[in-house]
C-alpha cells in the first residue's frame, strides 16, 4: 500500500499563490496518471490537473494558464503551483495516483489539504 500526503494547503488572499506537494510513501512502479482534484462545500469532486508518466498534461479550463502540474520523481512528488488564486479556488484538494491500465491496478488517494482563498 502507498500513502500520499499532501502539503502547502492554508489561506491566501485573492490574487496570492500557493504551492502543494504530495508525497508518496514509495516508488510505484508502472505507466500512472498523476491528479489533483478539489471538493468544494456542497460540490462535487473535480479533477483540476493531471500529469502523465511521460510528461503530458491536461488542466481543467478555471485553471489553465494559472495553475501548474508538476512531479520530481526522484523524489516520488508531484507539485500544483497555484498562482493568481481566486475566491472560486477554495476547496480541498486532494492528490491522486492512479494506473493507467483497464481496469486499474491501483488508484491512491491523499487525505486532502485545506486551500481557502480571501476576496
Known amino acids: 500500500q502507498v500513502q500520499l500526503v499532501e502539503s502547502g494547503g492554508g489561506l491566501v488572499q485573492a490574487g496570492g499563490s500557493l504551492r502543494l506537494s504530495c508525497a508518496a510513501s514509495?516508488?510505484?512502479?508502472?505507466?500512472?496518471?498523476q491528479n489533483w482534484y478539489r471538493q468544494a462545500p456542497g460540490k462535487q469532486r473535480e479533477l483540476v490537473a493531471g500529469?502523465?508518466?511521460?510528461?503530458?498534461?491536461n488542466y481543467a479550463d478555471s485553471v489553465k494558464g494559472r495553475f501548474t502540474i508538476s512531479s520530481d520523481i526522484t523524489k516520488n512528488t508531484v507539485y500544483l503551483q497555484m498562482n493568481s488564486l481566486k475566491p472560486e479556488d477554495t476547496a480541498v484538494y486532494y492528490c491522486?495516483?492512479?494506473?493507467?491500465?483497464?481496469?486499474?491496478?491501483?488508484?491512491?488517494w491523499g487525505q486532502g489539504t485545506q486551500v481557502t482563498v480571501s476576496a
Open positions: 500529469i502523465s508518466i511521460l510528461g503530458r498534461r
Open positions: 491522486n495516483i492512479k494506473d493507467t491500465r483497464t481496469p486499474p491496478r491501483y488508484d491512491y
Open positions: 514509495r516508488n510505484i512502479v508502472g505507466i500512472n496518471v
